[in-house]
């Protein structure tokens, strides 16, 4: 089975430009989180969405939104880039099946650059 | 959300038992526990979780104290390839959510 898919791979932006990340969740998942991950850091939760409405908002500024497509895909999307953006992003999808049903399956990232 | 403590890092040999230990002092009655690994170049990975018992799957064990205020993932014999960054979790149940902190790297000598 296909597991959660990001793209693109890597990314390389300048300061002020705006990006777009997208994510195929797990077959049947019908919730999908992001993360930021600046190197030798933890993930940190950035937006959980379910059923294409925005379940949970991390502390981030207005300049990342995100959206949840019919098909349970997503995009991601920061703008006005600065350099403190740089960071992996991460994809997460899980059922959502109810409270207990934590089990995160995470994508492999996108490597965002900003220079 | 309970916030996490865990050592930086940890060695193990190859083949050995290890013993990751997790404090969550603050964890509320109805927190799940969460353990992820991160390899090298790689999204994290669910490894377990539990409520108040202690759990075992094909991967590792984890043994909840009885005051749910510290627990530890239990890994039977490591191998080069369990060599990762382990993230402990205690959240609240919000089913997309997950409070990471800067976890424990693992390092497996052979």
């Known amino acids: 089975d296909a597991g959660v898919t990001q793209s693109p791979t890597h990314l390389i932006k300048t300061r002020g430009q705006q990006v777009t990340l997208r994510c195929s969740p797990i077959?049947?998942?019908?919730?999908v989180s992001w993360y930021q991950q600046v190197l030798g850091q933890g993930p940190q939760f950035i937006f959980q969405?379910?059923?294409?409405?925005?379940?949970g908002r991390g502390n981030f500024p207005d300049r990342f939104s995100a959206r949840q497509f019919p098909n349970y895909s997503s995009e991601l999307n920061v703008n006005a880039l600065l350099l403190g953006d740089s960071a992996l992003y991460l994809c997460a999808s899980n059922l959502a099946g109810g409270p207990f049903d934590n089990e995160q399956f995470f994508g492999p990232g996108t490597r965002l650059t900003v220079l | 959300d309970a916030k996490t403590t865990q050592p930086n890092s940890m060695e193990s040999n190859e083949e050995e038992p290890v013993h990751l230990p997790c404090n969550h002092s603050?964890?509320?009655?109805?927190?799940?526990i969460h353990w992820y690994r991160q390899l090298p170049s790689q999204g994290p990975e669910y490894v377990i979780h539990?409520?108040?018992s202690n759990v075992n799957n094909r991967m590792a064990s984890l043994a909840i104290a009885e005051d749910r205020k510290s627990s530890t993932l239990i890994l039977h014999r490591a191998t080069l390839r369990d060599a990762a960054v382990y993230y402990c979790i205690g959240n609240g149940g919000s089913q997309g959510n997950l409070i990471f902190g800067k976890g424990t790297k693992l390092s497996v000598k052979p």
């Open positions: 603050t964890i509320s009655g109805t927190d799940y």
């Open positions: 969405y379910y059923e294409k409405e925005e379940r």
């Open positions: 539990g409520l108040t």
């Open positions: 077959s049947g998942h019908k919730s």
